[in-house]
């Protein structure tokens, strides 16, 4: 455990040399003053704009994913073609470590944003936001994208700038076309359906309004906690191979 925590702290100082942990702050901060913008100028229900935070985060949550994950590798790939990686000891403890920094730094975005959300919607709307959206919500955009960050760490890893940042880009659309009744049936097993249809139906139990399609929502947890699993074990068998090859 001693030495997974040096494998993290060698990676703080690495990262603070990009833009990381800066993206980090102004996704968050940017993300949630457009939507207090939207609040106030939208003329749709208070529930509504709570919704449309949430999906706004959800569609925009796989680009993300998939820019911070290629600043980690190209930080790695300038240091010495990924050598500071591959020379180190312990291989397994080297990818958890950037694994780590990257759904911990995605959380506290996440937690930002809502706070900064939540706390100023009442002043602009004059309706309070239920304690429990600042728990929840949080909860339901991140864990349902940890699969999502060991896909596009492999991807940013292997293949480089444009096919990660790509995927992320399609998956971002992906996840807004899941949403409407394109989705209906087969959301569920597509990674980038459940972040949005999650944090909707999380809204809808907030709210005390009854939650449709139960059972999708139930295979869509399943499905997500599985993926969860594979991916992220995929990933660490998948790095002890792994061999520096970063292709543009």
Avoid at 14 to 19: D, E, I, P
Avoid at 147 to 161: C, D, K, Q, S, V
Avoid at 194 to 215: D, K, Q, Y
Wanted: charged share 10%; net charge positive.
């Amino acid at each position: 455990m001693i030495e997974y925590f040096r494998y993290l702290k060698s990676d703080w100082y690495k990262l603070q040399h990009t833009r990381f942990f800066l993206l980090h702050l102004l996704f968050p901060v940017c993300g949630a003053s457009f939507m207090l913008l939207y609040a106030r100028i939208s003329g749709s229900s208070d529930l509504n704009k709570l919704v449309a935070f949430a999906q706004i985060l959800a569609i925009a949550y796989p680009f993300v994913i998939s820019i911070v994950c290629q600043i980690a590798a190209d930080q790695e790939m300038r240091a010495g073609h990924f050598q500071n990686m591959l020379t180190q000891p312990n291989r397994v403890k080297t990818i958890v470590s950037k694994f780590t920094w990257l759904i911990l730094s995605g959380f506290i975005a996440i937690v930002i944003s809502t706070a900064i959300f939540g706390t100023l919607f009442p002043f602009i709307t004059g309706s309070n936001v239920p304690m429990g959206f600042f728990i929840v919500i949080p909860l339901v955009l991140w864990t349902s994208n940890i699969p999502l960050y060991g896909f596009h760490t492999i991807l940013a890893f292997r293949f480089g700038r444009n096919l990660g940042v790509s995927v992320g880009a399609v998956g971002s659309l992906l996840s807004a076309l899941l949403q409407t009744g394109l989705g209906t049936g087969i959301w569920y097993v597509i990674p980038y359906g459940w972040c949005i249809r999650f944090s909707e139906s999380a809204l809808a139990w907030l709210f005390h309004i009854p939650v449709a399609g139960m059972t999708e929502i139930q295979f869509g947890i399943f499905f997500c906690i599985l993926c969860t699993y594979v991916i992220i074990i995929g990933m660490i068998a998948w790095f002890k191979r792994y061999s520096g090859m970063y292709t543009e």
